[in-house]
């Protein structure tokens, strides 16, 4: 996704969540896996910042339900399959 614009006063003053490190984001020339590992550590970084109280398991588990079990993610499976099918 592209977006174009330039951020309000409000955006660039506010305190930005905790993202991916860029290394692990910006590929160039080719796409690498990271390791296992490298993943659950940045995604510990993450969630130590943004929910100091909840587990890893719990911080793994409410990402997942989130974006692969929910409503709107089901919807969202079931409409993309009816649409491919008239496809095949």
Known sequence: MVVYGYPTEHQMNRPKPQRFSQ???VQ???YTDPAPAR???ELTRIN???NPDRSYPEFVRAFHDRKYASDF???????AEAYVRDFS
Do not use: M
């Open 23 to 25: 290394e692990l984001i």
């Open 48 to 50: 130590a910042t943004r």
């Open 73 to 79: 993610a089901r919807e969202l499976n079931r409409s």
């Open 39 to 41: 993943l659950k550590e």
């Open 28 to 30: 160039e020339d080719r």
